[in-house]
Protein backbone atom coordinates (compact mmCIF):
# COMPACT_ATOMS: atom_id res chain seq x y z
CA UNK A 1 0.00 0.00 0.00
CA UNK A 2 0.96 3.73 -0.06
CA UNK A 3 2.95 4.94 2.32
CA UNK A 4 2.77 8.87 1.57
CA UNK A 5 1.35 10.62 -0.42
CA UNK A 6 3.78 11.15 -2.54
CA UNK A 7 4.07 7.33 -3.94
CA UNK A 8 0.35 7.67 -4.45
CA UNK A 9 0.47 10.26 -6.74
CA UNK A 10 3.55 8.92 -8.78
CA UNK A 11 1.44 5.54 -8.76
CA UNK A 12 -1.58 7.56 -10.47
CA UNK A 13 0.56 9.84 -13.11
CA UNK A 14 1.88 6.03 -14.63
CA UNK A 15 -1.79 4.79 -14.51
CA UNK A 16 -2.63 8.03 -16.58
CA UNK A 17 -5.09 8.93 -13.55
CA UNK A 18 -3.12 12.09 -12.56
CA UNK A 19 -2.19 15.19 -15.00
CA UNK A 20 -0.10 17.95 -14.70
CA UNK A 21 -1.21 21.38 -15.50
CA UNK A 22 1.72 23.55 -16.67
CA UNK A 23 -0.02 26.47 -17.43
CA UNK A 24 0.24 29.13 -14.90
CA UNK A 25 -3.83 29.43 -12.86
CA UNK A 26 -4.87 31.46 -10.03
CA UNK A 27 -5.82 30.34 -6.77
CA UNK A 28 -8.50 32.93 -6.59
CA UNK A 29 -11.65 30.86 -7.89
CA UNK A 30 -9.58 29.50 -11.13
CA UNK A 31 -8.27 26.18 -9.73
CA UNK A 32 -11.72 25.74 -8.39
CA UNK A 33 -13.67 26.13 -11.19
CA UNK A 34 -10.80 23.86 -13.12
CA UNK A 35 -11.32 21.13 -11.13
CA UNK A 36 -15.35 21.27 -10.45
CA UNK A 37 -15.25 20.94 -14.29
CA UNK A 38 -12.93 18.23 -14.36
CA UNK A 39 -14.85 16.37 -11.50
CA UNK A 40 -17.96 16.33 -13.09
CA UNK A 41 -16.33 14.59 -16.39
CA UNK A 42 -15.32 12.33 -13.74
CA UNK A 43 -11.35 13.12 -15.04
CA UNK A 44 -8.12 12.94 -13.42
CA UNK A 45 -6.33 14.34 -10.53
CA UNK A 46 -4.65 17.76 -11.26
CA UNK A 47 -1.08 18.53 -10.64
CA UNK A 48 -1.06 21.90 -10.80
CA UNK A 49 2.97 22.92 -11.15
CA UNK A 50 2.67 26.94 -11.52
CA UNK A 51 -0.13 28.39 -9.20
CA UNK A 52 0.14 32.61 -9.02
CA UNK A 53 2.63 33.84 -6.48
CA UNK A 54 3.96 30.03 -4.90
CA UNK A 55 6.74 28.22 -5.75
CA UNK A 56 4.73 24.86 -4.68
CA UNK A 57 2.59 22.99 -6.91
CA UNK A 58 -1.10 22.07 -5.51
CA UNK A 59 -2.47 18.53 -5.96
CA UNK A 60 -6.68 18.35 -6.00
CA UNK A 61 -9.15 15.56 -6.34
CA UNK A 62 -7.08 13.13 -5.61
CA UNK A 63 -9.58 10.95 -4.61
CA UNK A 64 -12.43 12.15 -6.74
CA UNK A 65 -13.52 9.12 -8.71
CA UNK A 66 -14.54 5.34 -7.37
CA UNK A 67 -11.34 4.19 -8.98
CA UNK A 68 -8.63 5.84 -7.15
CA UNK A 69 -10.70 5.70 -3.87
CA UNK A 70 -10.03 1.82 -4.65
CA UNK A 71 -6.58 2.32 -5.14
CA UNK A 72 -6.00 4.01 -2.19
CA UNK A 73 -7.67 1.71 0.17
CA UNK A 74 -6.36 -0.95 -1.58
CA UNK A 75 -9.66 -3.17 -3.50
CA UNK A 76 -11.41 -3.60 -6.75
CA UNK A 77 -12.89 -0.35 -8.40
CA UNK A 78 -16.74 -0.74 -7.74
CA UNK A 79 -18.67 0.97 -4.52
CA UNK A 80 -20.01 -2.30 -3.59
CA UNK A 81 -16.15 -3.78 -2.72
CA UNK A 82 -15.13 -0.18 -1.67
CA UNK A 83 -17.89 -0.31 0.85
CA UNK A 84 -17.43 -3.95 1.64
CA UNK A 85 -13.23 -2.94 2.47
CA UNK A 86 -14.07 0.12 4.19
CA UNK A 87 -16.80 -1.91 6.50
CA UNK A 88 -14.21 -4.57 7.28
CA UNK A 89 -11.50 -2.01 8.00
CA UNK A 90 -13.89 -0.47 10.78
CA UNK A 91 -14.92 -3.57 12.35
CA UNK A 92 -11.49 -4.86 12.38
CA UNK A 93 -9.28 -1.94 13.99
CA UNK A 94 -5.78 -2.35 15.27
CA UNK A 95 -3.79 -0.74 17.98
CA UNK A 96 -1.54 2.06 15.87
CA UNK A 97 1.77 2.13 17.31
CA UNK A 98 2.94 5.61 18.81
CA UNK A 99 6.56 6.94 17.82
CA UNK A 100 8.65 9.64 18.74
CA UNK A 101 9.38 11.20 15.78
CA UNK A 102 8.61 11.63 11.67
CA UNK A 103 9.21 12.74 8.72
CA UNK A 104 6.84 15.64 8.94
CA UNK A 105 9.05 16.98 11.63
CA UNK A 106 12.39 17.72 8.92
CA UNK A 107 10.87 20.96 8.42
CA UNK A 108 10.10 23.24 11.47
CA UNK A 109 8.41 26.56 11.19
CA UNK A 110 8.21 28.36 15.07
CA UNK A 111 6.86 31.46 16.46
CA UNK A 112 7.08 34.07 13.97
CA UNK A 113 8.27 32.00 11.42
CA UNK A 114 4.98 30.40 11.66
CA UNK A 115 2.78 31.77 8.14
CA UNK A 116 0.26 29.35 6.47
CA UNK A 117 0.06 31.34 3.62
CA UNK A 118 3.05 30.65 2.09
CA UNK A 119 1.21 27.58 0.91
CA UNK A 120 -0.95 28.01 -2.27
CA UNK A 121 -4.44 27.09 -1.24
CA UNK A 122 -7.27 28.08 -3.43
CA UNK A 123 -10.19 29.92 -2.77
CA UNK A 124 -12.68 27.15 -4.51
CA UNK A 125 -15.92 28.60 -4.35
CA UNK A 126 -17.47 32.41 -5.44
CA UNK A 127 -19.39 32.62 -1.89
CA UNK A 128 -16.41 30.68 0.32
CA UNK A 129 -16.14 33.35 2.98
CA UNK A 130 -11.55 33.08 2.38
CA UNK A 131 -8.85 30.20 1.35
CA UNK A 132 -9.89 27.00 2.86
CA UNK A 133 -6.84 24.68 3.81
CA UNK A 134 -6.81 21.12 4.70
CA UNK A 135 -9.39 19.61 2.38
CA UNK A 136 -7.23 16.65 1.84
CA UNK A 137 -5.84 16.96 5.09
CA UNK A 138 -6.90 15.85 8.82
CA UNK A 139 -7.81 17.75 12.27
CA UNK A 140 -6.41 15.21 15.29
CA UNK A 141 -8.09 15.88 18.62
CA UNK A 142 -8.14 14.48 21.56
CA UNK A 143 -11.22 13.35 24.14
CA UNK A 144 -10.60 15.34 27.62
CA UNK A 145 -11.61 12.40 29.84
CA UNK A 146 -10.90 9.22 27.99
CA UNK A 147 -8.11 11.09 26.32
CA UNK A 148 -9.01 8.94 23.12
CA UNK A 149 -8.36 10.11 19.66
CA UNK A 150 -10.07 11.12 17.48
CA UNK A 151 -9.77 12.36 13.43
CA UNK A 152 -11.21 13.67 10.71
CA UNK A 153 -11.39 16.01 7.61
CA UNK A 154 -12.53 19.49 8.49
CA UNK A 155 -11.61 22.21 6.21
CA UNK A 156 -10.14 24.85 7.83
CA UNK A 157 -10.55 28.62 7.15
CA UNK A 158 -7.04 30.31 7.08
CA UNK A 159 -7.67 33.56 9.16
CA UNK A 160 -4.03 34.67 9.20
CA UNK A 161 -0.22 33.59 9.86
CA UNK A 162 -0.49 31.53 12.57
CA UNK A 163 -4.50 31.03 12.95
CA UNK A 164 -6.75 28.59 11.16
CA UNK A 165 -10.57 27.68 11.36
CA UNK A 166 -12.71 25.21 11.42
CA UNK A 167 -16.56 24.44 11.93
CA UNK A 168 -16.49 22.14 14.82
CA UNK A 169 -19.21 20.41 14.11
CA UNK A 170 -19.83 16.35 14.63
CA UNK A 171 -16.96 14.20 16.97
CA UNK A 172 -14.81 17.78 16.76
CA UNK A 173 -17.88 19.76 18.10
CA UNK A 174 -18.64 17.19 21.04
CA UNK A 175 -14.91 17.00 22.15
CA UNK A 176 -14.42 20.82 21.90
CA UNK A 177 -17.93 21.20 23.98
CA UNK A 178 -16.23 18.76 26.74
CA UNK A 179 -12.96 21.07 26.62
CA UNK A 180 -14.70 24.21 26.86
CA UNK A 181 -16.89 23.12 30.23
CA UNK A 182 -13.39 21.88 31.45
CA UNK A 183 -11.96 25.60 30.64
CA UNK A 184 -8.95 24.53 28.82
CA UNK A 185 -8.28 24.91 25.25
CA UNK A 186 -8.70 21.85 23.34
CA UNK A 187 -5.25 20.66 21.65
CA UNK A 188 -5.46 20.18 17.80
CA UNK A 189 -3.29 18.85 15.20
CA UNK A 190 -3.78 19.24 10.91
CA UNK A 191 -2.33 17.24 8.96
CA UNK A 192 -1.80 18.19 5.40
CA UNK A 193 -0.88 15.90 2.77
CA UNK A 194 -0.89 12.05 3.80
CA UNK A 195 -0.82 9.09 2.92
CA UNK A 196 -4.70 7.97 0.88
CA UNK A 197 -5.84 5.05 2.96
CA UNK A 198 -5.33 7.55 6.28
CA UNK A 199 -7.66 10.05 4.83
CA UNK A 200 -10.17 7.92 3.82
CA UNK A 201 -10.13 5.81 6.93
CA UNK A 202 -10.88 9.67 8.40
CA UNK A 203 -14.38 9.84 7.06
CA UNK A 204 -15.54 6.74 8.96
CA UNK A 205 -18.34 7.38 10.92
CA UNK A 206 -16.79 5.62 13.78
CA UNK A 207 -17.93 5.68 17.21
CA UNK A 208 -16.60 8.63 19.71
CA UNK A 209 -13.52 6.73 21.08
CA UNK A 210 -12.78 4.84 18.31
CA UNK A 211 -9.38 5.94 16.74
CA UNK A 212 -9.60 5.76 12.62
CA UNK A 213 -5.77 5.51 12.67
CA UNK A 214 -6.49 2.39 13.65
CA UNK A 215 -8.94 1.47 11.16
CA UNK A 216 -6.34 3.20 8.34
CA UNK A 217 -4.04 0.05 9.60
CA UNK A 218 -6.15 -2.59 9.34
CA UNK A 219 -4.43 -5.58 7.48
CA UNK A 220 -8.16 -5.21 5.48
CA UNK A 221 -6.13 -2.29 3.48
CA UNK A 222 -3.47 -4.16 2.18
CA UNK A 223 -5.42 -7.69 0.73
CA UNK A 224 -4.09 -9.74 3.65
CA UNK A 225 -8.27 -10.49 4.54
CA UNK A 226 -10.21 -10.37 0.65
CA UNK A 227 -13.12 -9.69 1.18
CA UNK A 228 -15.72 -11.40 -1.33
CA UNK A 229 -16.15 -8.27 -3.51
CA UNK A 230 -12.52 -8.07 -3.66
CA UNK A 231 -11.39 -11.49 -4.20
CA UNK A 232 -13.52 -11.92 -7.33
C1 LIG B 1 -12.81 17.13 1.69
C2 LIG B 1 -13.66 16.92 2.93
C3 LIG B 1 -13.94 18.00 3.76
C4 LIG B 1 -14.74 17.84 4.89
N1 LIG B 1 -15.01 18.92 5.68
C5 LIG B 1 -15.83 18.79 6.75
C6 LIG B 1 -16.16 19.93 7.56
O1 LIG B 1 -15.71 21.05 7.32
N2 LIG B 1 -17.00 19.73 8.60
C7 LIG B 1 -17.53 18.50 8.89
O2 LIG B 1 -18.29 18.38 9.85
N3 LIG B 1 -17.22 17.40 8.15
C8 LIG B 1 -16.40 17.52 7.08
N4 LIG B 1 -16.09 16.42 6.32
C9 LIG B 1 -16.66 15.11 6.69
C10 LIG B 1 -15.96 14.51 7.91
O3 LIG B 1 -14.55 14.40 7.72
C11 LIG B 1 -16.49 13.08 8.19
O4 LIG B 1 -17.88 13.12 8.40
C12 LIG B 1 -15.79 12.43 9.36
O5 LIG B 1 -16.29 11.11 9.54
C13 LIG B 1 -15.98 13.18 10.66
O6 LIG B 1 -15.21 12.52 11.64
P1 LIG B 1 -15.44 12.62 13.21
O7 LIG B 1 -16.94 12.73 13.44
O8 LIG B 1 -14.82 11.37 13.75
O9 LIG B 1 -14.70 13.84 13.70
C14 LIG B 1 -15.27 16.56 5.20
C15 LIG B 1 -14.95 15.47 4.38
C16 LIG B 1 -14.16 15.65 3.26
C17 LIG B 1 -13.84 14.45 2.41
Not at 65 to 80: D, V
Not at 146 to 161: D, K, S
Request: aromatic residues 6%; charged residues 25%.
Amino acid sequence: MFEDLRSFLDDLEERKLLRRVRAEVDWDLEVGAIQRRVFDGEGPALLFERVRGYEWPLVSGVLGTPERYALAIGCQPHLRAIIARVRDAAEHPIEPVLVGDGVCQENVDRGTAIDVRKFPTPKWHRLDGGRYIGTLGLVVTKDPETGHRNVGIYREQILGPDRLGLNATQQVGTLWQKWRRLGKPMPVATVIGLDPCTLAASCVQARLGEDEFGIAASPARCGARPCRWCAA
